[in-house]
């Protein structure tokens, strides 16, 4: 399975170009589309990724899938991930981990941000957008505490379309084991969860300021934690926040 590539030198946001070209009928299956500056680039539930010009990965590939249902939506996050996981460990960066929902770690500093929309037809979904950043050459990270990039980490340059061609290489692998099944990959995407079995401390409108254990994540992908005084509590996007760990 081959890619096609589409590069453009700068777009708002690689997702929403995609859009565009999908309504046009100029796109085909399993096509990345690449951008060296993307000016309003987004993350989850329209948070916003700043990304330098030159120095980062920001692009969207689009795929279309058979046989996921929307109740098991989630499968297409988690492969996601996984790829961007083993690609990471091939370039040697330590202790990476995904923080759910599709968030990349390393150690305690995001490297990675994923925004994937997906189109249905009928119950099942029939493509998504999977946009990925990718914090690379970047260096300034005054007003995010929490990124990092690769070059920090490595301490030296990547190069930006190798890291793109592993990432399509490791996304490849995991899209063919989506025949084992949804508890297949959710087995290996909790293995590789960010403070998995740790306690931590968390908030949420359900259950205060509390201390909490991630158990893992239940069929639709909610992420579940084993709450002080609570039991397992199952939690949407944005509903918990992870304050610190202990």
Not at 143 to 161: N, Q, V
């Amino acid at each position: 399975m081959k890619a096609k590539e589409i590069y453009i030198s700068e777009t708002p946001s690689t997702n929403t170009l995609v859009k565009s070209y999908l309504q046009e009928g100029v796109l085909k299956d399993f096509t990345l589309v690449v951008t060296d500056h993307q000016t309003q680039g987004r993350g989850q539930m329209g948070s916003n990724w700043i990304s330098e010009k030159d120095k980062n990965i920001a692009c969207s590939l689009y795929k279309e899938f058979k046989g996921v249902s929307i109740e098991r939506q989630f499968i297409i996050s988690m492969i996601v991930s996984l790829s961007l996981i083993e690609a990471f460990e091939e370039l040697k960066v330590p202790q990476i981990a995904v923080k759910w929902p599709n968030d990349i770690y390393s150690g305690t500093k995001k490297i990675a941000g994923v925004l994937i929309e997906t189109t249905m037809s009928g119950k099942e979904i029939s493509s998504a957008i999977i946009g990925i950043g990718i914090n690379v050459n970047q260096t300034n990270f005054k007003e995010l505490p929490l990124a990092s990039s690769l070059i920090k980490i490595l301490g030296k340059p990547t190069d930006r379309s190798f890291i793109m061609h592993l990432i399509l290489e490791k996304f490849t692998k995991w899209y063919h084991q989506l025949d084992k099944g949804y508890d297949f990959v959710k087995s290996a995407y909790e293995s590789r969860l960010y403070r998995k079995d740790k306690v931590s401390l968390f908030k949420g409108d359900s259950i205060g300021v509390a201390n909490g254990i991630i158990k893992g994540i239940n069929q639709k992908g909610q992420l579940l934690i084993d709450v002080e005084n609570k039991g397992v509590v199952n939690f949407n996007l944005k509903e918990v926040q992870l304050l610190s760990s202990n």
